[in-house]
């Protein structure tokens, strides 16, 4: 996967913003005002690219117990997020997968109102 599909298939998800509250490195998609995907843009430039996602605890243990390139997440919390080294031993499919299981976590989480506005638009 290259950096415009994943920048391309994270904005293609309803109701999704791009935003850079960190630095001007890290760019980071929001659903709802709420983070469900980032990742360094100079990490892509130097041919290592990663992506942090949500993730349901229960699944994120098996995922890294299954893939050396799956891991906690990189300055985030190591229960809800994992770090996804993009490229390696992990299939494009299944990183897209995990970016809608992340979007979906979010999404879930928003408030009733928020939900039917971003369905609405």
Excluded at 67 to 94: C, R
């Amino acid at each position: 996967m290259n950096l415009e599909t994943y920048y391309e298939y994270c904005l293609s998800k309803k109701g999704v913003t791009e935003h850079f509250p960190f630095d001007e490195d890290t760019l980071v998609f929001k659903v709802g005002g709420k983070m469900f995907a980032l990742s360094s843009l100079s990490q892509w430039e130097k041919g290592q690219p990663s992506v942090n996602l949500k993730c349901d605890p229960e699944r994120a243990e098996e995922l890294r117990a299954e893939y050396d390139d799956i891991q906690p997440g990189f300055h985030m919390s190591k229960t809800h997020w994992n770090t996804i080294a993009v490229n390696e031993s992990v299939s494009d499919a299944l990183v897209k997968e995990l970016i809608d299981h992340s979007y979906e976590l979010v999404f879930k989480s928003l408030t009733k109102r928020i939900r039917s506005e971003i369905e609405e638009s």
